[in-house]
Each structure stands twice: as structure tokens, then as C-alpha cells.
């Protein structure tokens, strides 16, 4: 693995930064604004990680999502009401949000292009719109999955 | 058969939806609403109960010894608003400790929009263009655009607000939105020297995408609810769509090259 500390740190904080600004927009408890600048640094961090491994950006947002998730699950375990939010407020720092604005322009851009420039249009439109929902279907996943198995019998649920 | 001190079901049935309706417009899965009704029936003496959640609308069949209870209410706008949801899961967890009766958890329930507390706007609106301008850095704009997009986007939320408590259309509100904070933050980027102007246009307007819908949709599909995460899907698709016209129409108009 060859990854600069420093790029790691400037992935890492900004992610970081964007889930506790998300944060107060979705009204979290400013008790938990801290918690939540740490998992969005933990999620692009382990995103960030897998992505200078060679996953592609679906694998790497999964894996950062699944860690996230899992991270989330561990410490519910103590009675709390505060359900799920670490988990959404980190992983909103991946929705790739970017590349469906890309995806939309391309779209756009497909629809006013002459005949000569459509396939062109229509094939950067594809490439955006695969990568989007194949990460997006990535992020869900890793999101849900722990939530899916379960940890305790099912009467003492 | 039912004791004596147990409330009658209609209520019962009331605080589910009061229940179910606010965490569904505050930002929980189908999960947590299916969950959080159950554990309201099982805490109040309920023998069983059955929740349908679709996107507008709750319907919740109550059943205790031989008497049954079939209630609906239709939901309001989905936003996102985890203090409030909290707040439900504690009247919740309360309800399950007998801490509270079912009057009781109905006013606690009663007075969360208005009870629970809220960041001041301006702060909302500082954090909010403290996470586009981070996410325009994640996406590989260069410092100059930082301010920009930070402007762009904070100033785009605080007109969110307004237009959103006037009450007006939640996609043509995104357009207007994903317009102006596309063009400023352009335009900006561009007077303080960014060569990535284009992707300030884009970091500008990501306050507008729907990260949490397009979560739930995702955990509600594989939870078993395609119902539900279908709504969401089309909602959060139409609001890219609304999104991402304004954005090209500011970027033609300050981004003429593209």
C-alpha cells in the first residue's frame, strides 16, 4: 500500500467535517456532534484506505459503510435511544451525490448533442449512472447488513 | 381479556400513529417505525399488532383478547430531524419501562415538534456550507473555492428555509435553490482566482441531495418494504432531476465552455 498520511488526514478531516456540518442540519444532539465528525472521518479514512488498496469506488464505500455500520451496531449495544444516526450521518459523506449531479448533466448533455457526438454522450452517461447505482446499491448494503443479522435469539428480541 | 387499567385501544392506536407519523416524517427507516409501533401495542397490553407503512400514509391493526382496533392517519412531508426521532424512541423506551402511561406518552408525544430543541438557523446555515465547501475539497476543488461554495451553499439553505415554511413545492424549491447556489458559488470561485469553478457549481448544491431518503430507500428494499422504498426511490430521483436542471442552467450560464 502506498498512501500519503497527509492525503489520508485531508480525506479523513474534511469527512469528517462534512458529516458534523450534515449533523446540524439534521438536528443531532450537540452532545453527539463530536461523535458524528468522528464516524464521518472513520468512514472516508477506511474508504479512502480501500481505495489506495485498488478497490473501485462501490467496493470501497461499501467496506467503509460495513465498517461504519458495524462500529454503530457494537456500541447500541448499551441502551440507548439514539438508534442508527452515527451510521447515517457518516455514511452521508459518500453518498455520491457528485457523480448524480454527473450523471444528470451527461443526461442533459446526451439530449442536446448532435447525432456525430451521441454515442460519446450516451456512453459517459452510462459509465456515471453505473457507477452511481452500483454505489449507492454498495453503501445501502454495508449500511443494512449488520442490522440484518441477528445477535441474540429470537425471544430474547 | 383486558384488566381493568388498561386503555382502550383507540387510544392506544392513536399514540402508534402519533408514534409511527412523526418518526417517518423526522427521517427513520420503515424498520424503526414497524419497531417502534410494536413495542408502543406489546408496552400498552396489546396482543399483537400489525403496522402498514407506506410513504403518505399508517395503517396500524390493533388486537387484545377478543377486541380489535384498525386506525390510519396520512404523513406529512419527509424531512430529516434524528432529535426529534430520538425523542420518540424515548417515550418509547419510557412506555416499555413503565414510566409512562398511554395519556402520559400521548402528551409527550403531543408536544415533540414543539418541545424539542433546534440549532438557530444561522448555525444550520453556517454548517451547511461548511459541509458542501468540505465535500467541494473532497471532490478536488482548490482552496480559493473554499469561501465561494461555503457562501453559496449556507446562503442557498437559508433560502431553503423560507421557501420551505411558506410552504411551497419541495422540487421547484430544489431547482430555485440548486440554481442560485450553483451560479454564486460559480461565480465566486471564479473572482477569487479557483481554475475549478465547475466543481464549485457542483459542490454548491449537494445540500439538496437526499442522502438520508436515498439510505432508507436502500435499507427499506432490503428489509422487505419494496412499497416504501419505492416512493422514496421516484421522490429522490425527481428531486435530482429538479437538482441537477438548475445546476446545468447556471453552469451554461457562467461555465459557456462545458
Given at each position: 500500500m502506498n498512501i500519503s498520511l497527509q492525503f489520508l488526514f485531508h480525506q479523513a478531516f474534511l469527512g469528517g467535517v462534512a458529516a458534523a456540518g450534515f449533523a446540524v442540519l439534521f438536528n443531532c444532539r450537540p452532545q453527539m456532534l463530536p461523535a458524528c465528525f468522528g464516524a464521518g472521518v472513520l468512514a472516508l479514512a477506511t474508504r479512502t484506505i480501500a481505495q489506495e488498496l485498488g478497490g473501485s469506488l462501490a467496493v470501497a464505500s461499501f467496506a467503509a459503510a460495513l465498517v461504519l455500520a458495524i462500529a454503530d451496531k457494537i456500541w447500541q449495544?448499551?441502551?440507548?435511544?439514539?438508534?442508527?444516526v452515527l451510521a447515517v450521518v457518516g455514511v452521508i459523506p459518500m453518498v455520491p451525490g457528485s457523480l448524480a449531479a454527473k450523471v444528470f448533466i451527461s443526461l442533459f448533455a446526451f439530449l442536446l448533442s448532435g447525432q456525430s457526438q451521441s454515442i460519446e454522450a450516451a456512453i459517459a452517461t452510462w459509465d456515471n449512472l453505473v457507477m452511481l447505482v452500483f454505489t449507492l446499491a454498495a453503501i445501502g448494503t454495508g449500511l443494512a447488513l449488520p442490522s440484518l443479522i441477528?445477535?441474540?435469539?429470537a425471544e430474547e428480541r | 381479556m383486558p384488566q381493568t387499567d388498561d386503555p382502550p385501544l383507540p387510544d392506544i392506536a392513536r399514540l402508534c400513529l402519533s408514534a409511527g407519523r412523526q418518526m417517518l416524517e423526522t427521517g427513520a427507516n420503515g424498520r424503526t417505525v414497524h419497531e417502534g409501533i410494536a413495542d408502543i401495542a406489546r408496552a400498552l397490553g396489546c396482543d399483537g399488532a400489525e403496522v402498514l407503512c407506506q410513504h403518505q400514509a399508517i395503517l396500524v391493526t390493533l388486537r387484545r383478547g377478543p377486541e380489535s382496533c384498525i386506525e390510519m392517519t396520512k404523513t406529512g412531508e419527509h424531512g430529516v430531524n434524528l432529535r426529534q426521532t430520538q425523542a420518540i424512541r424515548q417515550i418509547i423506551r419510557d412506555l416499555l419501562a413503565k414510566k409512562l402511561d398511554c395519556p402520559a406518552a400521548q402528551s409527550a408525544a403531543d408536544c415533540v415538534p414543539t418541545c424539542t430543541g433546534a440549532y438557530p438557523p444561522w448555525l444550520v446555515c453556517l454548517a451547511t456550507g461548511l459541509a458542501c465547501a468540505a465535500f467541494g475539497e473532497l471532490l478536488g476543488?482548490?482552496?480559493?473555492a473554499f469561501l465561494p461554495i461555503l457562501a453559496a451553499s449556507a446562503g442557498g439553505q437559508w433560502l431553503r428555509m423560507i421557501l420551505m415554511r411558506r410552504g411551497h413545492n419541495v422540487f421547484v424549491v430544489a431547482g430555485i435553490i440548486s440554481f442560485l447556489s450553483a451560479f454564486v458559488a460559480g461565480l465566486g470561485a471564479r473572482l477569487c482566482g479557483s481554475t475549478q469553478d465547475p466543481i464549485a457549481t457542483i459542490a454548491a448544491v449537494l445540500?439538496?441531495?437526499p442522502g438520508v431518503a436515498v439510505l432508507n430507500s436502500q435499507v427499506d428494499v432490503l428489509e422487505g418494504k419494496p412499497n416504501l422504498a419505492a416512493a422514496r426511490s421516484l421522490r429522490v430521483l425527481y428531486l435530482l432531476t429538479f437538482m441537477a436542471l438548475g445546476l446545468v442552467l447556471a453552469q451554461a450560464l457562467i461555465l459557456p465552455h462545458l
Open positions: 449495544e448499551f441502551p440507548s435511544p439514539r438508534g442508527s441477528p445477535t441474540k435469539p | 476543488a482548490d482552496w480559493a445540500l439538496l441531495v
